[in-house]
C-alpha cells in the first residue's frame, strides 16, 4: 500500500509540475501518464525500500522550490527545508539535489532569493530533521560511511552502464520527452523562471555518473524532467494536428498516439520493473540480471525450511543452545519473516543493520549458518559441518541459489568480543 501511495504522489506530484510549468490540460495528462509508466517508478515504487521516499521527496522538493520560484516569496523556504530535512532521515541522497538546486540558483538571476532569512530557517529546520540520524550515525562509527566505501568498489561499473540505464530504466519511449525537458528548462525563455530547478536536475543526473553512483540515484529528478518535456511536446502534438486539418471522426489524435506509445512501454518493460512472470521463467529469461530485487525473494520458505529441518535435527540439549547466522540480509529477512512459524530462534546476520541487532545470546555455543565462509566459521568455532546446499528448484540464479549450510558448534570465544569479525557493511 505504502509504495503504491508514493507513485499516486510522483504522479500528482509530476502533473502538478507541468501545470506550473505551463502546460494545459493534455500536457498534464501526458506528464502524469508519464510518470505513471516510467519503468523506473514502476520497479521502484513496488516494494518499501529507502528509494522509495527518496523519490518522493526529492519530487515534492522540487514542486516546493518551483512555488517558490513562482511566487518569488522567501517564506517558501520554510516549507522547503523541512521537506530536504524529513528525506534526509531516508537517505542522504537528497544532500545532491540540494547542492545542484544551490548550483542552479547561483547560476541564474534566482540567486538573489538565496539573500533570506526564510533561507537561514529552512536550513534550521533542516538541519533539525536531520540530527536524530547524524546524531545516531556519530554513536554507531557512522556505519553509512562504511556503506559508501563498499558501494565506491563499484563505481567504475556503475560508470560503465550508468547512461545506457538512464535510458533503460525511463524507457525508450519517455526518453526523448525526458530530454526534450532538460533542454527546454535550460534553454526556452518560456522556463526561464523555472532553469535553476532545469539546471539542478541535470546537474544531479551528470553528478551521480561523475562519482560512480549507481543508476537509479538519481530518479527523483526525471519528475520534473518528464513534465518540462510535456509542455513542448503538448505544443508540437497540437501543432501537428492542426497542420493534419480537423481530424475526421474516429480519427486518432497525435495525443492519443504518445498516450498509447507510454502505455505499450510500460507494458513492454513489465516483465523487469514487476513480478509479472512466473519465479519459474527467470531461469530462461533472466530480467533480474536488469532488476535484482525481482529474483531476491524467489523461494524463500524452501530455504526457512532447510535451515529449520538442520535445526530440529540437533539434539534436544544442543539446539537449546543454538542460533541462526546468515551471509546477507536478504537470507536473513527470509527467516525473520517464516522461521518463527517453524520454530526457528531469532535470526543473526553481520549485513548492515542486522549487525547492529547482535550479537546472539551469550549462552549460544553453536548455530546454523547459511552462506557464510567456511574459512570464516573455522576461525569463529572449533567443529564446521556442511549440511547441505540450496537449490531454490526453478534454476535461477540469485543471491541463495547455492549457497551452503554449515552446522557449527564450539564457540572459541564470546560473541560480544568477536561479533565485530562478522560486520559486512556494504
Not at 529507502?50 to 522538493?61: E, G, K, M, N
Not at 524507457?171 to 522556463?191: C, K, M, N
Not at 539446539?319 to 517464516?338: F, H, P, S, V
Not at 559441518?385 to 551452503?404: H, I, K, M, Y
Amino acid at each position: 500500500m505504502v509504495p503504491a501511495l508514493a507513485l499516486a504522489a510522483l504522479v500528482v506530484a509530476t502533473a502538478a509540475m507541468s501545470r506550473m510549468l505551463g502546460a494545459g490540460r493534455t500536457g498534464q495528462l501526458l506528464a502524469a501518464l508519464a510518470a505513471a509508466t516510467c519503468g523506473e517508478y514502476l520497479g521502484a515504487m513496488h516494494e518499501l525500500t529507502t528509494t522509495t521516499p527518496d523519490f518522493v521527496f526529492w519530487a515534492a522538493t522540487l514542486l516546493l522550490v518551483m512555488k517558490l520560484l513562482v511566487s518569488q516569496d522567501p517564506r517558501w523556504w520554510v516549507a522547503i527545508g523541512p521537506c530536504a530535512g524529513v528525506a534526509s532521515e531516508a537517505k542522504w541522497n537528497i544532500g545532491f539535489l540540494v547542492v545542484a538546486l544551490a548550483a542552479g540558483f547561483l547560476a541564474t538571476d534566482a540567486r538573489r532569493l538565496l539573500r533570506s532569512r526564510y533561507l537561514l530557517a529552512g536550513c534550521l529546520i533542516a538541519a533539525a530533521l536531520a540530527a536524530p540520524d547524524l546524531i545516531w550515525q556519530a554513536a554507531h562509527g557512522w556505519p553509512s560511511i562504511d556503506v559508501f566505501r563498499a558501494l565506491q568498489g563499484e563505481a567504475g561499473h556503475n560508470r560503465a552502464v550508468y547512461w545506457a540505464a538512464q535510458v533503460l530504466y525511463t524507457g525508450l519511449v519517455l526518453v526523448p520527452v525526458w530530454v526534450t525537458g532538460a533542454i527546454w528548462s535550460v534553454r526556452s525563455e518560456a522556463a526561464r523562471r523555472f532553469r535553476p530547478v532545469g539546471i539542478a536536475c541535470g546537474l544531479a543526473i551528470v553528478l551521480q555518473f561523475v562519482l560512480g553512483g549507481k543508476a537509479y540515484y538519481p530518479g527523483g529528478a526525471y519528475t520534473f524532467l518528464l513534465a518540462a518535456g510535456c509542455v513542448p511536446a503538448e505544443r508540437w502534438l497540437a501543432a501537428r494536428r492542426l497542420a493534419a486539418n480537423r481530424p475526421r471522426a474516429g480519427q486518432i489524435g497525435p495525443a492519443a498516439v504518445l498516450a498509447g506509445a507510454m502505455l505499450a512501454g510500460a507494458l513492454i518493460a513489465a516483465p523487469v520493473t514487476l513480478p509479472v512472470l512466473p519465479a519459474r521463467a527467470l531461469h530462461a529469461a533472466p530480467v533480474q540480471k536488469i532488476n535484482y530485487d525481482l529474483g531476491e525473494e524467489i523461494a524463500w520458505p524452501k530455504l526457512v525450511a532447510l535451515v529449520s529441518r538442520e535445526y530440529h535435527a540437533l539434539p534436544p540439549a544442543q539446539r537449546q543452545q543454538a542460533t541462526i547466522l546468515t551471509g546477507n540480509y536478504g537470507e536473513a529477512g527470509a527467516i525473520d519473516r517464516y522461521g518463527p512459524g517453524l520454530g526457528l530462534p531469532q535470526v543473526y546476520s553481520g549485513a548492515n543493520n542486522f549487525w547492529l541487532w547482535g550479537p546472539p545470546p551469550a549462552a549460544d555455543t553453536a548455530a546454523i549458518a547459511v552462506n557464510l565462509d567456511p574459512a570464516f566459521l573455522h576461525r569463529e568455532f572449533r567443529h564446521v559441518r556442511l549440511a547441505a546446499t540450496f537449490w531454490n528448484g526453478l534454476g535461477v540464479s540469485d543471491d541463495e541459489q547455492g549457497v551452503q549450510v554449515f552446522v557449527v558448534t564450539g564457540r572459541r570465544s564470546a560473541w560480544a568480543r568477536d561479533w565485530p569479525a562478522f560486520r559486512n557493511y556494504g
